[in-house]
């Protein structure tokens, strides 16, 4: 009793204390986590979904300790390990998880695992158990903070954000960086490590034409023949050479330093051909070979090593083993080298190979001895794709004519993929733009360019991811159409004439069966494009003649077997017998045929011309051409219609043996409705392609490039045997263009005096103003000299690191470098010299001229230019004898005080204005009053009064517009579409022209559209994209979604607009990405506005680089769909600052 009662009490001892635990357990559990963090959602979230069932397990490890506790009374030892083990972190937080609640931080992982027990905290428990526990947490208090310090603990957001430690590290800036200096030559970096120099050339090293003639070079004996040409370079090889430019520095030749006209140098030892041996032995040391022209690899025969050859002026060098301070960089280049001789052989006899089955014989290809690399690798492929792929093309272009080109081959076509190989003769000077397409739901992109049929059949080989396409439309002539891509250099050259294809054209004389393009203009973007899509090559193209002029330096024997004259002569002339008509190789020709032209020099293509008369004389039987321009000898270039020619001023005499045969030449006249037929769906084709037929709508001015209507010269019945329009026309600009006098007034002091003269179709008379040459009269005033551009002076590098840019003292745009103005008279008297027979010499006209000083040509110099109206003069009593060729044209000067409106009003009521209010004194330097003769500006002629004056100086401004104003005023204004309007500045111009009225115009930006509203309150003003609407109007519709009226065909009298510039300008330098691209397909949209509506007057206006965009391909597209339309047209850079 005594023991169970003992028993007892201790049972009762310890169940209290795990009640109390179990107590404190229960609240843990559903105020705290099980790591000892207070609870929360954020805590509940980091627990994960097993915490609920976490904490359950607890209690029952509780309650199972309670009952192990009361059935292990007679083992304690085994009861204290297991609470020391399992309750001490269950039931209560030891002191570190507290001071990690109280600091609101997150407990470490060595806190959630702490030996400590809650019961060992307890009162009852012995001092020597509190100890252990307080140093356990002290251990892991300082372990905590340890890792605290070592690792900043990051805390998450609801948003799962990471926030970085309030303790943030204060970074110091970079110091700028300045770019190093590089060499204006080979653009190494001057203060680069690796740049090395070029030693120098011993003492025996020879220069390059004295080293070619020494006799150990020689390959022929002294008894043996020389060359049989001496047009084929020498060929030697060179061995211990180093490559460097002007300043000495070694440099690769294989970045493009020849290619764009840098001189490179190279020395070494020179042996001859039939020498393999790299060693010095046997050659001649030569210094400064070059510069190298062109540089060239050979040896694909499958031999071990590539040949790399430098061609110069005098010779052909083959290299060999580079010197020892140049062996480094040429070991760079002879990785690329290798790697295309190993494509190019692999792929001549394996041309079905697949690009796994290139890669293969890459990497199982053992390179030379003497490479810095072990192997080739795909890595390698790629980083020198570019490089490999231009060493094809140019192997298939040394290739014969019916040998299947390399480049098309699946494997390469493969690769051209994977690398992004830019095809061409040249490497493109720009990358692909990289592509960063953002994903915005509401903004659907630029809309694709709504084009008539015309235009697209023209813009769709330079726009064709900007153009909508008919899905309808798939015929196979169109398809063929676009089978070149007319914008690389290959398709923009002329064709040689030499090869089999342009000798079998009809043009160059041929038979024109074969149908082939010239072998030099195969566009290589064509070949790999034609080869992905399985399709046959056939570059059924028909080719342009090269832009030659029709000039023959000798005569050609007559062949008069194949020449005879049909009938009797029609006239007689002198010596000459005119002919209707003339059988030529069993041909009858008449006059007003047109033939082609044999030229002296085969490959160049055929002339064409029209007969205007044939006759024989002593120089044989002769004929008149009158010469028809190709369309490649225009400002259209490549871009013409093969088959339209154009009317030009130029004719000669020829032999009749040079005609080759007969073509046929239409006039395509515009039809009577030329002004609806806009927008349908025309054929691009004219005429059909049969060799011998061609057609003409135009008349072209070389000189100014302008596209005019054919002049309308018609013969008269005295020259209907030999009229020819270009001698008619010629004929009256020289007759215009002599200078001629009228009205004679008085002879005396052995002059006749004339009251007019003419020159160019204009009169001159006695008191007009007149343009004179700059060098027609000087000033007593000397002008002060300008000032000139300071010296270069040393400069401290160091101080100004990129000084050395300015190498050049231009300056673009300098006021020193513009010319001077016309200098500006009044004509006083107009005489001949009379000559010993007593009749004047009216071929040497002479004026007498009263000088105007402009402000720049006082004694304030320049600077009185500066604050001065640019229209303002002084009068002058000086005056100076002129020759009549040196006017340059007519001016207007008056009296300011003589107007009847303001000065500002006068200069903007014409052209050439000019006026004075005092008059100038060169001796005496200063400004005095005109005198009363100066101020009656419109005294012409002799007897005139001066009362007059006044009142005639301003009839005399308006007498010379009456023939214009009256007929400018009963013109009504031209109804007009401004596109892209903006805020209407060019509507604005043509309004104060008074040539248009605006009554449409589109602006898709809303705040510009606006103001154009205000500008023009009676303008119906379109808010939305050009090409949204010409696709309304082209289905016919009447109205927008808005409800205003779009204009119809007819309504429209002229067309103006600035399409955007951002793609065409200099300053984008972006200007190849998508949206430049849609910018610039602008331009279709617009010419298609014109092809629809078909105005009386068009006007494009854009930047200064639009003419120069693409190789000036916009600019001729442009043009080559105004002048496909019907219209006059031609193109200017204007001055506009």
Not at 943 to 951: E, F
Request: net charge negative; hydrophobic share 30%; aromatic share 8%.
């Amino acid at each position: 009793e005594r023991y169970l009662a003992k028993v007892k009490a201790l049972l009762h001892q310890e169940l209290s204390v795990e009640n109390g635990d179990a107590t404190s357990l229960l609240q843990a559990s559903n105020g705290c986590s099980k790591n000892g963090a207070y609870g929360s959602d954020e805590d509940s979230e980091r627990a994960g979904p097993d915490g609920e069932d976490d904490s359950a397990m607890e209690m029952e490890e509780a309650a199972a300790s309670s009952s192990s506790s009361s059935s292990l009374v007679p083992t304690p030892r085994a009861r204290k390990t297991r609470r020391s083990r399992s309750n001490g972190e269950s039931k209560k937080s030891p002191a570190s998880s507290r001071v990690t609640r109280s600091s609101g931080r997150q407990p470490t992982i060595l806190s959630m695992f702490s030996k400590g027990s809650n019961k060992r905290k307890s009162e009852e428990v012995n001092g020597e158990v509190k100890q252990e526990v307080m140093s356990l947490e002290k251990e892991e208090e300082e372990l905590e903070e340890k890792e605290q310090d070592e690792k900043r603990i990051k805390m998450e957001t609801k948003e799962g954000l990471e926030i970085k430690d309030e303790t943030t590290q204060v970074k110091t800036p970079p110091p700028a960086k300045t770019t190093p200096p590089k060499c204006v030559d080979c653009r190494q970096y001057l203060d680069d490590p690796d740049l090395k120099f070029f030693q120098g050339d011993p003492d025996d090293a020879l220069e390059e034409p004295e080293m070619l003639t020494d006799e150990r070079l020689s390959i022929f004996d002294a008894n043996e023949d020389g060359f049989e040409s001496y047009e084929d370079l020498p060929q030697h090889k060179v061995t211990s050479f180093s490559v460097y430019d002007k300043r000495g520095h070694l440099c690769p030749f294989d970045t493009g330093l020849i290619e764009r006209n840098i001189e490179l140098y190279f020395s070494g030892a020179v042996k001859p051909i039939y020498d393999d041996n790299p060693c010095l032995d046997g050659g001649v040391r030569a210094k400064k070979l070059g510069p190298i022209n062109a540089w060239w690899i050979t040896g694909f025969d499958g031999g071990e090593k590539a040949l790399i050859g430098f061609t110069t002026a005098f010779a052909d060098y083959i290299l060999m083993e580079p010197s020892e301070e140049y062996a480094p960089i040429f070991a760079l280049m002879q990785e690329k080298i290798y790697m295309s001789k190993i494509v190019v052989e692999f792929l001549q006899n394996n041309r079905d190979v697949s690009y796994e089955d290139l890669l293969n014989k890459i990497e199982t290809t053992v390179p030379p001895a003497g490479l810095n690399f072990n192997r080739f690798t795909e890595d390698s492929l790629l980083r020198h794709a570019q490089f490999v792929v231009e060493q094809v093309e140019s192997y298939d272009e040394a290739g014969d004519s019916d040998e299947p080109p390399v480049l098309i081959t699946p494997c390469m076509r493969d690769l051209i993929k994977l690398a992004g190989v830019t095809l061409g003769k040249r490497r493109a000077v720009r990358r692909q733009a990289i592509r960063h397409p953002t994903k915005i739901d509401k903004d659907k992109g630029p809309t694709k360019a709504t084009t008539t049929k015309l235009v697209y059949l023209i813009f769709d080989t330079f726009f064709s991811e900007q153009i909508e396409k008919d899905e309808k439309e798939d015929d196979k002539e169109n398809a063929m159409k676009r089978r070149r891509c007319g914008v690389c250099e290959v398709c923009q050259q002329p064709e040689c004439g030499k090869c089999k294809a342009c000798q079998n054209m009809v043009k160059f004389g041929g038979s024109g069966r074969s149908k082939q393009a010239c072998l030099q203009r195969r566009c290589p973007n064509l070949a790999v494009r034609e080869a992905d899509e399985d399709e046959e090559v056939d570059d059924n193209i028909p080719e342009m003649p090269s832009p030659k002029k029709m000039l023959q330096g000798r005569k050609k024997k007559q062949n008069k077997s194949r020449i005879s004259w049909v009938g009797e002569p029609i006239k007689s002339d002198g010596k000459k017998d005119y002919y209707q008509r003339v059988c030529i190789d069993s041909e009858t020709l008449e006059v007003g045929d047109c033939v082609s032209v044999s030229p002296d020099d085969p490959t160049k293509p055929l002339y064409l011309a029209r007969v205007t008369a044939m006759w024989e004389d002593s120089s044989g039987q002769m004929f008149h051409a009158h010469w028809f321009c190709p369309g490649s000898d225009t400002v259209l270039g490549a871009t013409s219609d093969p088959l339209e020619l154009f009317l030009v001023d130029e004719c000669e005499d020829m032999q009749l043996s040079y005609i080759h045969g007969k073509v046929k030449v239409i006039y395509k006249a515009p039809s009577e409705n030329w002004s609806m037929e806009g927008g349908l769906d025309m054929e691009i084709k004219m005429v059909e392609d049969d060799g011998r037929t061609y057609f003409y709508q135009m008349w072209y001015d070389q000189e100014y490039a302008r596209f005019e209507s054919p002049p309308t010269t018609q013969p008269t019945e005295d020259n209907k045997y030999k009229f020819c329009m270009s001698c008619t026309r010629l004929d009256e600009v020289r007759h215009k263009e002599i200078p001629k006098v009228a009205e004679p007034l008085e002879e005396g002091d052995g002059k006749m005096f004339y009251a007019m003269a003419t020159k160019n179709g204009v009169q001159y008379r006695v008191g007009d103003g007149v343009y004179l040459l700059p060098e027609a009269f000087s000033f007593s005033m000397k002008p002060a000299s300008p000032a000139k551009r300071p010296k270069k002076e040393a400069v401290d590098e160091e101080l100004h690191p990129e000084h050395y840019r300015k190498y050049s003292e231009y300056i673009k745009g300098s006021n020193l470098d513009a010319p001077d103005p016309y200098r500006v008279g009044r004509i006083k008297e107009i005489f001949c010299h009379i000559r010993s027979n007593g009749k004047p010499n009216e071929a040497d006209i002479k004026l007498r001229i009263c000088k105007f000083y402009r402000p720049e040509n006082t004694h304030k110099s320049m600077k009185a230019s500066y604050h001065a109206d640019i229209n303002l003069l002084y009068w002058s009593d000086e005056e100076t004898t002129v020759d009549f060729r040196a006017v340059q044209g007519r001016c207007t000067v008056v009296y300011g005080e003589d107007l009847t409106e303001s000065i500002q009003d006068y200069s903007a009521g014409g052209l050439d204005r000019f006026y004075f209010l005092e008059a100038y004194n060169a001796k005496t330097k200063s400004f005095e009053d005109p005198p009363n003769h100066a101020r009656s500006s419109g005294n012409k002629g002799k007897g005139k009064g001066k009362g007059k004056g006044k009142g005639k100086g301003k009839s005399s401004v308006s007498c010379e517009q009456n023939e214009q104003e009256p007929a400018e005023l009963k013109l009504p204004k031209l109804r007009t579409l401004d596109v892209f309007s903006g805020c209407g500045g060019l509507s604005e111009g043509f309004h104060q022209a008074g040539v248009s009225e605006t009554l449409w115009a589109i602006e898709m930006w809303e705040p510009a559209a606006q103001a154009f509203r205000l500008n023009n309150p009676g303008t119906t003003v379109f808010t939305e994209d050009c090409n949204v609407l010409l696709k309304l109007v082209m289905s016919g519709e009447k109205t927008n979604s808005l409800g205003q009226k779009l204009p119809q065909k007819g309504d429209v009298e002229m067309l103006c607009g600035g399409p955007p510039c951002q793609g065409f300008s200099g300053m984008n330098r972006f200007n190849s990405r998508t949206y430049s691209k849609f910018k610039n397909s602008l331009v279709v949209s617009f010419l298609s506005y014109c092809d629809y509506y078909r105005p009386r007057f068009f006007l494009l206006e854009n930047v200064r680089n639009f003419v120069s965009f693409k190789r000036s391909m916009v600019l001729k597209l442009t043009l080559r769909c105004l002048v496909r339309m019907g219209y006059q047209c031609t193109f200017g850079v204007l001055q506009v600052g």
